[in-house]
């Protein structure tokens, strides 16, 4: 599939390596999205958004050391142009009453994510006059 | 069981106070008073046998003085009820007077004096009537002379000769309280009531030999010199009958003196019966004490105490625990309120503060001092086996928690087992044949293969589902890594009845406090849930200070009654959770009130160096995570 600088550039951030590949695979099928690079936790999705500048970070909750939601108030604070969006297993309930408040836009969980649910997701929280931008 | 005060170390070991001094002195001023009197009326009477007088003041004087003795000795009601025999047995002399009204006061004061005697004879040393047979002859006794003797008195004019009280013989007064003359009724009663009387005195001879067969061996040794004088003194009043119905003289005369020297024997037998008991007391406890100063194991104490009390079969029960539990030298519960019959128990306590209880022989109960004395000296050594039962009580006990914990874990792996069996790997089964299914369909007939695929989706969806719950259930990862607010919040919320969570303190705890009180108040949610019926709200609430954290899960529901429900699978779970980490559970429930879970974990004496109560492990964002 040709990738253009146009797409939407996405990090995933996951300590499961099984995850990431499922995510790769998941995000360039999907026209109009293109994997910027992978981090395997709190500390290295940091330094990629840093140096990369991603448009979409997909960050799994629960990861050892640094947990996603630490990883996204954190990520937040630097005031990134990414949109930020927590992945989980667990459903809401589970999940510390912190996720809510930590600069994430979304929660979904992993096993929903789809093509659809990607576009839908990045038409939703896109900074204004990004989304049309994207290739569809 | 026997209510026993308190005993204070050490100086319970002397005897407990009785009257004071002055009202001792004003006892003897009675006895020697009113013996005075039963002599002077004698004297003033010139009457014909002075030794029958000197008998009957000595008899008052000495009642009233054995009497005064065990009360100020003893202070219990038996000196009471002696001194109330004594002042009895003063007004029966007034018999000696020639004043028609002295002399009838007297001999209606004979009819009262024994059953009041009878009384006292039966109930040493305690002042109570211990066994049945000694109220029903007491009772009959009373019954006796209130229906056959008191109201026959308006009815006679002169009251039955010959009688070994009064001075006189055949010119004695007539009955001052005389109304009507009816005699041949008078008569008949008289002989029935006298054959009535004779058989209620030999019962009473009967059931004080009983009384001392039944006694301990130490009581034994008290109880014979007064049963020895107390069968004389029944004896000759069957006598004493007998001669007037067949007019033998001889047999009066005899037991007209047996009778007049019997009181005074009595009061001397109850004397030498209190002093031999003191007598052997003494030797008994000096043994124990020489015997505790070697500081003897569980064992030899128990036979040292034994030997002291005569008991052969004596056990001592050391209190362990908060509660109100007891047990063995070994750490083996024993239950007092399940003893064997004829077994009493006597607790022993320093500063009102349970050490141990002693389970003796009921007959023993008569000897409380004695008991007490020897609960109070052996105390220290006591105390010293009291801590190692306590501490084999709850060796034991942490042991049969840990074996049930184990097997519980056992059951709980099975459980996890099948449920992973039967679910999650029978989806994956299905879905790894309808993957196939689906590449065989695929070009044959699109339609089907995109309904097989929607199928594969759901049996996805659900294994996970069932992946997630069961993890859940083995531990809650929000446990982990942020506390038990935040934990029980998410159990909270998929209870069906409407629950509000209170954690007041949000430090973190060790994880073994931390576990236990989350699934003790999920085990109590859930319990809320299946058996609370009509429960609309129900309250989680975690509060904790420098030494302990509590918890408590309350609902207002129907309630149940603790007392008839026996402890269940749930409850007991629970306790050796919480018992793990050091801490207790409690289960309040009435009915209508619905039911309140408490419990409480010490926070001291766990291994931080600072003595801070709680470990606190980072802030919550930086909690040891676990892989998703």
């Known amino acids: 599939m040709a990738v253009s600088a ?19 695979d998941l995000i360039s099928a999907t026209p109009g999205f293109r994997v910027v690079a992978e981090a395997a936790s709190g500390a290295e999705c940091l330094a990629a958004v840093q140096r990369l500048e991603p448009d979409l970070v997909l960050l799994d909750v629960r990861m050892p050391v640094m947990d996603g939601i630490e990883t996204a108030r954190r990520l937040s604070a630097a005031r990134p142009r990414a949109v930020i969006v927590l992945i989980s297993a667990e459903d809401a309930v589970d999940l510390p009453s912190t996720a809510g408040a930590c600069g994430a836009s979304a929660l979904v969980r992993k096993q929903d994510l789809r093509p659809a649910l990607l ?5 939703a929280h896109a900074p204004r006059g990004e989304s049309d931008q994207s290739a569809r | 069981m026997h ?12 005897l407990r106070p009785g009257r004071t001094a002055p009202s001792l002195l004003l006892l003897g001023f009675l006895g020697g008073g009113l013996s005075c009197v039963t002599l002077a009326i004698a004297i003033a009477n010139e009457t014909p046998e002075p030794g029958y007088a ?14 005064a003795y065990s009360w100020a000795r003893r202070a219990d009601r038996y000196g009471r009820l002696l001194v109330g025999v004594g002042v009895t047995y003063f007004f029966v002399t007034l018999a000696l007077s020639d004043n028609e009204v002295v002399y009838s006061v007297g001999r209606v004061a004979g009819f009262l004096v024994a059953p009041f005697l009878l009384y006292a004879l039966l109930a ?56 009507g003359h009816q005699p041949g009724f008078v008569e008949g009663v008289q002989r029935v009531r006298e054959v009535i009387a004779s058989v209620i005195f030999l019962a009473g001879v009967g059931v004080l030999t009983l009384q001392v067969r039944a006694a301990s061996r130490l009581m034994r040794r008290t109880l014979v010199p007064v049963i020895a004088v107390a069968g004389l003194w029944l004896l000759g009043f069957v006598g004493l009958y007998a001669g007037r119905r067949i007019a033998a003289p001889q047999l009066v005369d005899a037991s007209s003196w047996v009778l007049l020297i019997a009181i005074p024997l009595i009061a001397v037998g109850l004397l030498a019966g209190m002093l031999r008991w003191r007598i052997s007391e003494g030797p008994a406890l000096a043994h124990l004490v020489r015997r ?7 064992e030899d104490l128990r036979d040292a105490m034994a030997e002291a009390l005569e008991d052969p079969a004596l056990e001592i029960a050391y209190r362990v625990g908060t509660t109100t539990g007891y047990a063995d030298a070994d750490g083996n519960r024993i239950d007092l309120d399940r003893l064997a019959s004829g077994r009493a128990v006597t607790r022993v306590a320093r500063n009102d503060e349970p050490i141990a209880a002693l389970v003796h022989d009921r007959a023993l109960s008569d000897q409380r001092d004695l008991v007490e004395a020897a609960g109070s000296a052996a105390l220290l050594v006591l105390d010293h086996h009291r801590l190692d039962a306590e501490l084999r009580a709850s060796v034991r006990e942490l042991r049969e928690s840990q074996a049930r914990i184990l097997a519980a874990a056992d059951v709980e792996r099975q459980r996890i087992e099948r449920d992973l069996h039967d679910g999650a790997q029978q989806r994956l089964v299905a879905l790894r044949m309808k993957l196939d299914l689906v590449t065989e369909v695929m070009e044959r007939d699109p339609a089907r293969a995109g309904a ?11 294994a996970l589902d069932e992946i997630r719950g069961l993890a859940r259930g083995i531990y809650p990862p929000l446990l982990a890594s942020h506390g038990l607010g935040e934990a029980l919040d998410a159990v909270a919320i998929r209870c069906p009845v409407a629950t509000t969570v209170r954690v007041t303190d949000t430090r973190r705890f060790p994880p073994e406090i931390e576990t236990a009180v989350y699934f003790c108040c999920r085990e109590a949610l859930q319990n809320v849930a299946k058996h609370a019926r009509g429960a609309a709200r129900a309250t989680v609430e975690v509060s904790g200070d420098d030494t302990t954290l509590r918890f408590t899960v309350a609902d207002d529901g129907a309630g149940f ?68």
Do not use: K
């Open chain 1, 6 to 24: 146009s797409d939407v550039g996405v990090l995933t951030v996951d300590d499961s390596e099984r995850f990431l590949r499922a995510a790769h």
């Open chain 1, 119 to 123: 576009r839908r997701l990045w038409d």
């Open chain 2, 3 to 14: 209510e026993v005060r308190p005993i204070v170390w050490p100086s319970q070991l002397r």
């Open chain 2, 54 to 67: 000197v008998l009957e003041a000595v008899g008052v004087a000495l009642l009233i003085g054995v009497g």
């Open chain 2, 124 to 179: 040493f040393p305690s002042g109570h009537l211990e066994t049945p047979a000694a109220r029903a002859v007491v009772l009959a006794a009373v019954a006796t002379v209130v229906v056959l003797y008191l109201p026959l008195v308006p009815l006679m004019h002169d009251y039955p000769q010959p009688y070994p009280w009064g001075a006189c013989a055949a010119d004695c007064p007539s009955n001052a309280f005389f109304a």
């Open chain 2, 292 to 298: 505790l100063a070697t500081y003897p194991s569980p």
């Open chain 2, 452 to 462: 097989l695929q929607a199928e594969i989706g759901d049996e996805i969806d659900g």
């Open chain 2, 561 to 628: 009654d603790t007392a008839a429900a026996a402890a269940g699978a749930g409850l007991v779970n629970m306790r050796d959770r919480v018992a793990v980490a050091g801490g207790h559970v409690a289960v309040r429930s009435r009915i209508g009130a619905g039911t309140t879970m408490t419990g409480a974990i010490p926070l001291r004496d766990r291994d931080e160096p600072d003595g801070s109560p709680g470990r606190r492990r980072g802030s919550p964002g930086q909690s040891a995570g676990r892989r998703a």
